[in-house]
Each structure stands twice: as C-alpha cells, then as structure tokens.
C-alpha cells in the first residue's frame, strides 16, 4: 500500500459495514472470511498476572498517521500499571521483511496488522496469527459492545474462530484541486456512484484543460493521478480479473491466472495511456521530483484529480488548496468500482502476553480513543460507529455529505483488496513493482512485459 495519509450519523456507518458483508456473498464484493484457510492456528497462552508488569510490543508503519499511537500510550499505561507498552515500526516498503526477521529471530511482535504488502490470508495460511477466540469468551467481548458492527468482524473470522478485531476502513474515492477546476471552468465531479454520466471516460476530458506540460518543471502540473489499488488489482476496474474465481474459496491460491490475455493487457494499456498517449497523468520520475516532503504531487498542488484509498484525506486540513471528494468514475466493470481496505488488529502466535495484548486491542478500539485517535492520525476512519460521528465532520472545507456519498457507494461498488485476499501476496507485489518499472518509464511495452509477469506469478503461486 502507500502511505496512509487520509463520515454523519452511527446508523449510516452501521449500514455501510453491513454492506460490505452484503456486497462480499452477492456482489462480486469478497471478504477475507470466504477464503478458506490452510492450517488451523489454534493457540492459547496465559499472560501474567495482574501483580506482574510485562512488556508488550505493538508494530506499525513508521509514518504519522500510524506512530501517533505513541501518544496513547502513557494513558493506556496509567489504566493498566502492569502493562508497558513498546512502539516498534518499520517504513511500509520494509514492513513484512523485517516483520518475518522478527519472527525468525524469536523476537515476535505482540500486536500488529496487515500494514504492508501481505494480508490476512498470507498472515493466516503461514501460521502467524493467534486464535482469540478464547480471549474473546474469558473477556466477554462483543462487537455490539465496542459500536462495531458483528459483520465486519465476521471478515477475520474461520470457521467461527476469530483473528483479528477490525480498527479503521478505507475505501477508494476520488480527491480533486477545487482550485485548479476553478481555473480551467470545470463543474465539479458528482460524489453519487449512480451518476453514469460521470465515466473514465469524461474524467480523461476533464483532465486536459488542467494539464499543463512546460520546460520549466515549475509551471508543469497535471490533470490526474489514477492509483486505483495496487498493480495487480487495476485491471479489475475494466472488468477484467487476472485471477480465477476460485482463488476466493480455494486459500488465496488461484488455480489460473490471465495477466498475459487480452483483456488484461487492454487494461494495463488503458491506464499506461493515460502517461505516454493522453499525456494527463505524470510518470513516476516527474512525480517524485516534485512530491516534496510530502512525497505526494496532489498535495504539492499539481494535480487536478487524484483517485486512491480514502487515506488520502488525513492531512487535508492542511493542503493549500481547496479540496473536494468525489465517486470514482465508471470504468467499465458494472460491480466493482473501489478497492476496499479494512484494517484489523492480530494478536500474532508467538505472542508470550496474548492477554496484556488483547487489552491493548480494547483500548485503541474504545470510541473515545477512536475519536481522540482521528485527530491525532490526521483523520484515519475509525472502526467504531460512535466515533464514526466525529470523523464525518472532521475535514473542514468538504461538504460531510459528499463523504457519504462516497463512502456508501464505494462499499456498494467494492471488492476487497487483493492482498488481504491472496497468500504469498508480498512476494506477488514485490515482483510486479519491479517488472512493471520499464512500463512506468516507458521503457518497455505491456505487451513485452505481461508474459514475464505471468511466468513470474505463476512460479509464485506453485511455490
């Protein structure tokens, strides 16, 4: 994933994870919980006694919107004198190497979640995870209790055993520079995901006027920056899936997979032009040079339209330009239209303190902590409905109601992300990053790269 950096009533929120559980049996939506698992990981160990101070350990990406957690945790320490808790983290490109370093070692993290590359079912068919559901019943936990609704929890669990307690949801929505459209004389796009009219199409068209291409890097800015999931995943939005059906009810291994057909080359081709033939959309050479500290050219003020996970709205308080969130456009794929993201806490197998972990999980999921959290995050969405009220309100600028917009037709159109879903996934991202680079530079074609891609993915799965 990218860096996190990131709606107005309980019932609303309620109604949208309800959706995503609705979504994952009836539209094309998956979660976690329907990939079956390879081996059980059950697993039980007695933390200490309440007499007896231990250290925790909880690990998370070493960025802002994550670290903020050292905040909580001097008041988590006063409610809990015999709990220490210690902050480790990595940068998100080195997040499951050092994650599996760690393991290796004997020096397992207590608590952490699928922060980088790998997901749910690469953490669950390796072992990894503790089985909470006896944590669960000895603490008499309930989803209804801490405002979360029992479906979303349903997602990280198999065969009634649960691994994970979910934190904060994303979805993937449309950013726009209300500054630059202002400029060119643009409409606004529409936040209604049942607005056809509003197509790939028409967001291309969108893209020229705002699209200025100078010697002087300076003066040069673009109409759109389209990172829709990660690479795999894209040609999913066409309507082409390079994954077999059974991948979702087969363990995250797919038996087949389609990267070197025509209809997914066609899709890579499509978003490619966006760079080298429509000339809207930056390479990444431009992108990084002028990203700045914040290594994002939108907030640098030089994109018109940037399409990602909904984390991208933490900071935009303090962009310096006006902001606005819109739907993702009509791409050809009538079900799926967002990548969903649902974080959830894991206890991991090795932990020595399970039940000192598990009370830290409580915590950081308590609304008044998911409130306090949102602002300290610079807006992460938090999990439980309560707190759910705050953050609906909490950009200032964006008419709350357009992020309902967004985020019910998001969860409508969704499908869980892929490396939630797909074993060996880091290894699958790893790969693709590195033979997808001469495309990105315009190096090599699509065509030239896809069946080195299909041998490479193939090569993985069997592996």
């Known amino acids: 994933m990218m860096n996190k950096l990131r709606l107005s009533s309980v019932f609303l929120l309620t109604l949208i994870f309800v959706a995503v559980m609705v979504l994952s049996g009836c539209s094309g939506g998956k979660s976690a919980a329907e990939v079956t698992p390879g081996t059980d990981n059950n697993s039980s160990k007695s933390g200490g006694s309440k007499d007896e101070q231990v250290t925790i350990t909880y690990y998370t990406i070493d960025s802002e919107d994550r670290t903020f957690v050292e905040k909580l945790v001097p008041d988590f320490e006063k409610e809990h004198p015999n709990?220490?808790?210690?902050?480790?983290?990595?940068?998100?490109?080195?997040?499951?190497?050092?994650?599996?370093?760690?393991?290796?070692?004997?020096?397992?993290?207590?608590?952490?979640?699928?922060?980088?590359?790998?997901?749910?079912?690469?953490?669950?068919?390796?072992?990894?995870?503790?089985?909470?559901?006896?944590?669960?019943?000895e603490d008499g936990f309930s989803a209804e209790a801490n405002n979360i609704p029992d479906n979303l929890i349903k997602i990280y669990t198999i065969n009634d055993h649960v691994y994970g307690i979910p934190l904060n949801?994303?979805?993937?929505?449309?950013?726009?520079n209300k500054d630059m459209f202002d400029e060119a004389k643009l409409p606004y796009p529409t936040s209604d995901y049942e607005d056809k009219d509003w197509t790939f199409e028409k967001m291309v068209e969108y893209a020229r006027p705002m699209t200025v291409i100078s010697d002087d890097i300076a003066k040069t800015q673009y109409g759109l920056d389209f990172?829709?999931?990660?690479?795999?995943?894209?040609?999913?939005?066409?309507?082409?899936?390079?994954?077999?059906?059974?991948?979702?009810?087969?363990?995250?291994?797919?038996?087949?997979?389609y990267f070197d057909t025509p209809e997914v080359m066609a899709a890579y081709n499509k978003l490619?032009?966006?760079?080298?033939?429509?000339?809207?959309?930056?390479?990444?050479?431009?992108?990084?040079?002028?990203?700045?500290?914040?290594?994002?050219?939108?907030?640098?003020?030089?994109?018109?339209?940037?399409?990602?996970?909904?984390?991208?709205?933490?900071?935009?308080?303090?962009?310096?330009?006006n902001i606005g969130v819109a739907a993702v456009p009509w791409g050809g794929n009538d079900k799926v239209r967002s990548t969903l993201y649902v974080d959830p806490l894991f206890i991991l197998k090795d932990s020595k303190h399970p039940k000192e972990a598990f009370e830290w999980i409580k915590y950081?999921?308590?609304a008044d902590i998911q409130e306090k959290s949102i602002d300290l995050s610079g807006?992460?969405?938090?999990?439980?409905?309560?707190?759910?009220?705050?953050?609906?309100?909490?950009?200032?600028?964006?008419?709350?109601?357009?992020?309902?917009n967004v985020y019910e037709g998001a969860v409508k159109y969704g499908f869980e992300s892929f490396n939630h879903l797909i074993t060996n996934y880091s290894q699958i991202n790893d790969m693709f990053i590195n033979e997808?680079?001469?495309?990105e530079t315009g190096h090599k074609t699509v065509e030239e790269v896809m069946p080195v891609i299909?041998?490479?993915?193939?090569?993985?799965i069997k592996r």
């Open 454 to 460: 299909q041998k490479k993915v193939t090569d993985i």
């Open 379 to 404: 807006g992460n969405p938090p999990v439980n409905t309560e707190a759910a009220e705050v953050y609906y309100k909490h950009f200032e600028g964006i008419d709350p109601q357009d992020i309902k």
């Open 169 to 176: 949801m994303y979805v993937t929505l449309m950013l726009y």
């Open 436 to 439: 997808m680079q001469p495309i």
């Open 272 to 321: 490619f032009d966006l760079i080298f033939k429509d000339k809207v959309s930056p390479t990444t050479e431009w992108s990084k040079s002028v990203a700045g500290q914040n290594g994002d050219p939108f907030v640098a003020g030089k994109i018109g339209m940037s399409v990602g996970g909904s984390w991208n709205l933490a900071g935009a308080n303090d962009f310096p330009f």
């Open 83 to 137: 709990i220490k808790v210690k902050v480790d983290k990595a940068p998100y490109e080195q997040f499951d190497s050092k994650l599996q370093t760690l393991i290796a070692a004997g020096k397992s993290p207590d608590v952490t979640s699928h922060y980088g590359y790998g997901g749910f079912a690469e953490y669950y068919n390796k072992g990894m995870l503790l089985d909470l559901t006896d944590l669960i019943k």
């Open 227 to 257: 990172f829709w999931s990660e690479r795999d995943n894209r040609p999913l939005y066409f309507g082409a899936d390079p994954y077999s059906e059974d991948t979702w009810t087969n363990g995250g291994v797919p038996s087949e997979t």
């Open 364 to 366: 950081l999921i308590r």
